[in-house]
């Protein structure tokens, strides 16, 4: 059974910085790609960072230079740092794994079709001015 656990969400203030761990469980870990995505109220779900099993990422354009997104094979975990928040980075944020030849089309293909991955509860991010 695949289980994913988010956790490093918190509050900060703009300028600020957050570490998103997730660790997963019941399958081969590094073998999908994984990914984070964030929805902010009333905005529907959009693809944040991704990673495959290479270690090939992408950003959506909004993070690019902030996030940086990696994994740790030996842990099972994948991370997701965040510098320069903005109050526009507040959002719930999920971790995904799922199958996928390349990060930026798992992040698209999860973002049209979430029941092709494989989901984690979500962390609370909220960035304050």
């Known amino acids: 059974q695949v289980q994913l656990v988010e956790s490093g969400g918190g509050s900060v203030q703009t300028g600020g910085s957050l570490t998103l761990s997730c660790a997963a469980t019941g399958y081969t870990f590094s073998s999908w790609c994984m990914g984070w995505f964030r929805q902010a109220p009333g905005k529907e779900r959009e693809g944040v960072a991704g990673i495959d099993k290479d270690g090939i990422t992408s950003y959506t354009d909004s993070v690019k230079g902030r996030f940086t997104i990696s994994q740790d094979n030996a842990k099972k975990t994948l991370y997701l740092q965040m510098n320069s928040l903005k109050p526009e980075d507040t959002a719930i944020y999920y971790c995904?794994?799922?199958?996928?030849?390349?990060?930026?089309?798992?992040?698209?293909?999860?973002?049209?079709?979430?029941?092709?991955?494989?989901w984690g509860r979500g962390t609370q991010v909220t960035v304050s001015s």
């Open positions: 995904a794994a799922g199958v996928g030849d390349a990060p930026i089309d798992f992040l698209r293909d999860l973002e049209i079709r979430p029941d092709l991955g494989y």
